[in-house]
């Protein structure tokens, strides 16, 4: 049986640095809100009717061949740096850690799919694949919603579409979203403009980590807003146009910095790489500046000696909760500081 | 015949980190101030009477059997760069360097004897030697002092002791002073305690640099104040006491750094080691600092794969005349802040 401990073993799939774009476009996420007919949504429900909502989601998933290999995580069985684990890992939602009673999440062979189930909606599935990949990820998140949808019932309107706990998903109930590393257009303060455009033409922008988080590490993480009145092919045709523009955007400006800025641009990177493979004592914020500046530099292939699933795959491993499970005790934050330094060392090595 | 650029295939004999005491004390040095009879002090007299003086001690110096393999520079006839690569040699004083007319500077094989000529006093003979030493010191720049006396006839009163233009030096013309690395002093701000209780005893304290600059590196040079009235053997023993206590100070603050903040000092010094092995541009002024925090860990054997005398050697070589007799042409301040990563990343390695 897998078990939690066994996601020590690996990292996810969307931090191999493969795909499309993938200099630029970290991971591509789509995720379906469900919720099945005749139960009220999670908020609504008492305890009881969330037990069975659990239960019959389960069931379905042990049915489903997507899920042979997966892990199925009740969270109030888990520590709260369990919790925090797959949040870092980007597993569940920070909605989801919150909560109180009975919800879980099921994750499948490496971390490509997810499903959190009692979140603000009975059942919310996700897949997430590196680079710059929508209309794959539709295809087979699409066909994994078709066999749940089969088993379970969703609750849907001819008029409306999937009916959802809170009217901003109803409809296809689907949020695309990429996360995209854009540090030289944060250098040359071109992002804001950009963030602008992008909300104006009805996309939110967000930071690494979700909702209400600043974007640590120049990771911003674009993704629709509107969910009604349109397709998903719709939908995913519109998110891939933006991104594509602001990708472009990223291209343009790290030619440029290249042109007239190589040895500034050298120095950063080389500083940064200095610093992360000397460093006794590290916090988590400056890890990830460092680690962002390494990544461009990678990305530049100015820094050849190490591949871009090492340095993606540190922005999530030298978080909290990660130090905490793999040294398998609680740290303080000193502790971690320490630790988060020695294990960068390590994997820079 | 030896030529100054040959000076560039190695560094001072003061650097090599050897001797007593060598993890705080950089170099110990003896100056002695000496005129001519029968010749106007230097800033009294005219041009014959100067080029009288330089080519009466050059006589003197070339028969002098110390001065065998030495190089003799006239300085009107060297670039400003070269001026400046002996000054941060530490060969000349600024003094000579700013001056005009006739004058000149004799160097003695691995720059351990250096004679000025016509700087304030006619003859200003030194000797540098790495570590904490200045009785084997003393007995080596008598010895040179007894025999250019014999051939010169220094202005001696039996009354004063020796004459000299500027009357602080009058009686033994003697400075003895040490070059001391005091980085924990300066972390544990006990330096300025430190520097003022010097200055009471009638010592004085300077930066790396001699007169008018900062202690930058963490370094200070101590010097007597008092010629007059004292045995050189006196002087000596004098500000070798005080030197002991500022180094038993050091060494204190050392053992204390280490069993209190062990893992802080290994992260800055870690820092940066990895910050001048990779940086690509760097200031004269963050490279010296950098320098300081390294020597501080290999002084203290925590950085066990460099040597001590790569370090101090560096604390020469980056300086801005060096970089230009290295590269052999005048670099603009950016081509050197380009040159010295690169000079430092190269001896790193």
């Given at each position: ?19 499309a774009?993938?200099?630029?476009v ?27 909502v ?26 709260n ?122 996309f ?19 993704s ?7 397709s ?9 146009r ?62 050849k ?45």
């Amino acid at each position: 049986m897998t078990k939690l401990n066994d996601l020590l073993k690996n990292t996810g799939q969307w931090l191999k640095g493969t795909g499309a774009n993938s200099d630029i476009v970290m991971s591509s996420r789509i995720r379906l809100a469900r919720n099945l007919k005749k139960f009220p949504f999670t908020d609504w429900a008492d305890k009881k009717n969330q037990r069975a909502v659990l239960e019959k989601i389960k069931k379905a998933i042990d049915k489903s061949s997507c899920f042979k290999k997966s892990l199925f995580l009740k969270l109030d069985e888990l520590s709260n740096i369990d919790i925090q684990f797959l949040l870092e890992r980007q597993l569940i939602s920070r909605e989801l850690a919150a909560k109180k009673g009975p919800r879980a999440v099921c994750i499948s062979d490496k971390e490509v799919f997810s499903i959190m189930i009692n979140e603000e909606d009975h059942l919310r599935l996700q897949i997430i694949q590196p680079g710059f990949d929508f209309s794959e990820s539709w295809r087979l998140i699409d066909r994994i919603d078709d066999e749940l949808s089969s088993n379970l019932g969703f609750a849907y309107s001819s008029k409306l579409g999937f009916l959802t706990a809170c009217p901003t998903n109803t409809g296809t109930g689907m949020r695309a979203s990429a996360m995209l590393h854009l540090p030289t257009l944060v250098i040359n303060k071109r992002i804001e403009k950009i963030l602008e455009t992008i909300t104006k033409l009805s996309f939110a922008a967000r930071g690494l980590y979700g909702e209400g988080t600043e974007a640590a590490g120049n990771f911003f993480q674009i993704s629709n807003q509107i969910t009604l009145g349109r397709s998903e092919t719709d939908i995913i045709n519109d998110i891939k146009r933006i991104i594509k523009q602001v990708i472009d955007h990223e291209r343009d400006s790290r030619i440029r910095l290249l042109k007239n800025n190589l040895l500034e641009v050298e120095d950063k990177i080389c500083r940064a790489y200095g610093i992360l493979k000397n460093a006794r004592i590290i916090s988590s914020g400056e890890a990830i500046s460092l680690l962002s500046t390494l990544k461009l530099g990678v990305d530049l292939e100015l820094v050849k000696s190490i591949n871009r699933s090492l340095v993606n795959e540190l922005f999530v491993l030298v978080q909290p909760a990660h130090l905490q499970k793999i040294e398998g005790r609680a740290l303080t934050p000193e502790e971690r500081d320490m630790k988060r330094a020695q294990l960068i060392r390590k994997r820079l090595k």
